[in-house]
């Protein structure tokens, strides 16, 4: 992975194991996918100071009569949603296809910037709803 290393409450249920998530105040089955998105939270909180509760995970919205689910958004004092945040497994490769989801969910949130992570690498981006493309930063942006 290639976040700081931090410190999770663990728990064992028979053969699942579970984390407990800070912003759903709950244990979620540890999926190699959960175990991205509970660090880039962590990441989030932790290291670019955004407050827990601004952060929002999980969520459903719908397109095109199709229901999806975000990773992870922070949003603005204002109610805005500053960081779209799209998690992968480590051993799924970002490729193509993880951008154009990250661009359909961006049609509906319209997020000011985005991240896509497999937790080994990060990608930070604008999108440019006018010409439907990505601008991809070489850092994470200040939000």
């Known amino acids: 992975m290639n976040f700081p290393n931090y410190e999770f409450r663990l728990k064992k249920d028979g053969q699942k194991r579970f984390i407990f998530d800070l912003i759903r105040k709950k244990y979620i089955e540890l999926t190699s996918e959960e175990w991205v998105r509970q660090n880039c939270v962590r990441f989030l909180i932790e290291e670019k100071k955004i407050s827990r509760f601004s952060i ?3 969520k459903e919205i719908e397109f ?6 975000f990773d992870i958004v922070s949003y603005s004092s204002e109610g805005n949603i500053n960081l779209l945040v799209e998690c992968k497994a480590p051993n799924i ?5 993880t951008f154009d989801q990250i661009l359909i969910y961006n049609k509906i949130l319209k997020s000011k910037y985005q991240m896509v992570t497999n937790g080994i690498n990060h990608y930070y981006c604008k999108i440019n709803e006018d010409r439907n493309n990505i601008k991809f930063l070489a850092n994470f942006p200040l939000i």
């Open 64 to 69: 095109n009569g199709l229901k999806k689910r």
């Open 56 to 58: 929002a995970i999980e």
């Open 93 to 97: 490769k970002i490729n193509q296809k």
